[in-house]
């Protein structure tokens, strides 16, 4: 059974730094590709970043493009989202996907749980 679980959210002030982590259950992460979500209050779920598991360059959405970083560990079957000058619209809930294929489609089935950012002075 395909499990992801999220970690290192939390409470950050404007302009600081947070490093989010997907770990995989019961497949090879470094063979698909993985994604990563986020939904504010209020708000409709947003794509953030996907990394393919092929040699494409990884993609970020506008907003965050310069300031988050995806990445792979994969002796630690996870992914990574090294995020940097957090704004308070970084707030929100962030989320791992993955549809168990190799390049970064449209169409997530897995989903973890889900970590808390939150950017408040």
């Known amino acids: 059974q395909v499990q992801l679980v999220e970690s290192g959210g939390g409470l950050v002030q404007p302009g600081g730094s947070l490093r989010l982590s997907c770990e995989a259950s019961e497949f090879n992460s470094a063979r698909y590709a993985m994604a990563w979500f986020r939904q504010a209050p209020g708000k409709e779920r947003e794509w953030v970043s996907c990394?393919?598991?092929?040699?494409?360059?990884?993609d970020y959405t506008a907003s965050v493009k310069g300031r988050f970083t995806i990445s792979r560990d994969k002796t630690k079957n996870t992914v990574t989202l090294e995020m940097n000058m957090l704004t308070p619209e970084d707030t929100a809930v962030y989320y791992c996907a993955t549809d168990l294929v190799d390049h970064c489609g449209k169409m997530f089935h897995y989903w973890g749980q889900g970590t808390q950012v939150t950017v408040s002075s």
């Open positions: 990394i393919s598991a092929r040699d494409d360059p990884a």
